[in-house]
């Protein structure tokens, strides 16, 4: 009998009842009807007070909740990014879940050596070609701040060498209005000019408001340049549980949110409907050792826990981090920590999960733990998947067969059916290592790093990245050497 069409079931986490969501966005608004927020920025201070908000006796701006409600309406519900091509490959809506590094870090890991040691250019080259070759990597961000760079324009050198590097898009730091238009314009060149970026943005920006409820002159510059030039745009704070904010985990994601919020308000003040991605960051500090955690159970659970607000109260893609760890080296530790932040973020549904690749706690990138997290992205994915459940997978017609058969010789493994699916209807890792103990030791018995090293090696070695054209290139170098003057 032909079985009946069945939908298959993908796997989701819940961590928030509706009236857990809204009692934490109420929080966020009290908080800022009641406590407000500082804003060094005297135009978008301006801009507020000529909105709705007041100011009270400390100098601190109060906002009304009616300025987060329109705000929450014009802002898009997706956002779409494309790789460097202008092809649409990262469409931020709904359950659409997307991976790749972070930025920042102080140092990284040496391929060759295993040494740890300051990043240099060529560093944050080979993360992004590396992002370029492996499948479950979607975006690149710089994963480290090079020690051979000026200081003062070190964003746009590694925006550079990542566009040089990689075609897939890419999460840009910038310090101020000066390097993130600097930035615009690279991107502007690749893209086909800047009206084309903005129809087929590629990069989104990653920018930061100081916890407790302070908004510096540069972080609004970028936030506004975003807003006026439709880049996408997130801007998460540093509301981590017991330092920039409440140790328990409502009050600072109340704090996270409210944060949020006053950005989201500016950025639709500035340009009604640019895309901004909602983006609360909670982790903790942890009390010991006095480091923010990036393989804490807390992290993960208060992401999910964001996702369900995203799907309850706001309507809008967020940003996420999973694929990190607090471990030294990467180890059983590493996995562990790497694995639980990006099952629970696939999960869960965050939209753009960020970080992958990171160990001890942020400080330093790691191109091995990036090789490995990619693996655990695609073992994760198999999970979210589900179990297709038709008439094919059901195999009725072949278990009669073998059964039948059996006597006579007939076995699953040598049935024309698991020809046909085992490819498919398997996950199949390529650095978890099932062989048998003979051959694993024969083959050197090399542990998983070691692995994961040698498959960095081999895709820094071998992938090939389509070039920029000699135009783009050409405008990139005189950018870099102040040939042109983009204060206009």
């Known amino acids: ?59 601190r701006l109060l906002m ?41 870090t102080i140092f990284t890991i040496d391929l060759d050596t295993g040494e740890r040691r300051r990043p240099v250019l060529q560093d944050t080259a080979n ?20 020690t051979d760079a000026p200081i003062d ?60 409820l302070r908004f510096p002159n540069n972080v609004m510059e970028k936030l506004t340049f975003c807003a006026r030039k439709r880049i996408p745009i997130c801007l998460p704070s540093g509301c981590n549980a017991g330092g920039g904010g409440p140790v328990t985990l409502a009050g600072a994601m109340a704090l996270g949110v409210a944060e949020n919020l006053v950005g ?34 807390e992290w993960s659970l208060t992401q999910a826990a964001l996702a369900d607000m995203r799907d309850m109260v706001y309507k809008l893609p967020i940003w996420a981090f999973a694929g990190a760890t607090d471990a030294k080296t990467v180890d059983a530790q590493a996995g ?26 942020g400080h330093t990138s790691s191109l091995a733990m990036l090789t490995l997290a990619d693996e655990l992205v695609a073992m994760s994915r198999y999970f979210v998947d589900g179990l297709r459940i038709d008439e094919d997978t059901l195999a009725l017609e072949v278990i009669d067969r073998v059964a039948r058969n059996g006597s006579s010789g007939a076995i699953f493994i040598g049935d024309s059916h698991t020809f046909k699916h085992f490819k498919s209807a398997l996950f199949h890792p390529e650095l978890s290592d099932r062989s048998r103990f003979e051959h694993w030791e024969a ?21 090939p990245v389509t070039p920029k054209s000699d135009v783009v290139l050409e405008g990139i170098d005189a950018i870099l050497d102040h040939q042109i003057d983009l204060r206009n």
Not at 2 to 20: H, S
Not at 80 to 97: E, I
Not at 346 to 358: E, P, Q
Not at 444 to 462: H, T, V, Y
Request: proline share 5%.
């Open 443 to 463: 083959k050197g018995s090399r542990e998983m790093q070691q692995r994961c090293n040698e498959k960095a090696r081999r895709i820094l070695a071998d992938h």
């Open 1 to 59: 009998m032909k079985q009946p069409e069945i939908n298959t079931f993908r796997p989701r986490m819940r961590v928030l009842c509706e009236e857990q969501a809204w009692a934490i966005h109420h929080a966020a608004l009290q908080i800022l009807e009641d406590t407000g927020f500082i804003m060094e920025h005297p135009q978008v201070q301006r801009m507020l007070l000529n909105a709705g908000c007041r100011m009270d006796r400390e100098g």
């Open 127 to 146: 993360f992004a070609r590396l992002v370029d070759g492996l499948d479950n990597m979607d975006f690149s961000m710089s994963m480290g701040n090079p």
């Open 336 to 361: 562990a920590e790497g694995m639980l932040s990006i099952i629970t973020a696939m999960l869960s549904r965050c939209n753009f999960i960020h970080d992958v690749g990171y160990i001890e706690s």
């Open 264 to 297: 989201l308000t500016i950025h639709q003040l500035t340009n009604k409907g640019a895309p901004f991605l909602f983006a609360p960051n909670v982790s903790v500090l942890d009390m010991r050792h006095t480091v923010i955690s990036y393989g804490c159970a």
């Open 153 to 212: 324009e070190i964003y746009v050198h590694v925006f550079s060498e990542m566009v040089k590097n990689s075609n897939k898009p890419i999460c840009f730091i910038a310090d101020s209005g000066e390097d993130i238009a600097k930035i615009h314009a690279i991107a502007s060149l690749v893209a086909g000019g800047e009206e084309a970026l903005a129809q087929r943005p590629f990069i989104l920006n990653y920018s930061e408001a100081i916890s407790p």
């Open 64 to 104: 009304p909740a009616r300025l987060v409600d329109e705000a929450l309406k014009t802002a898009p519900r997706q956002i779409s990014l494309h790789d460097q091509m202008g092809k649409r490959t990262m469409p931020l809506v709904n359950g659409n879940f997307y991976f790749g590094t972070g930025s920042d």
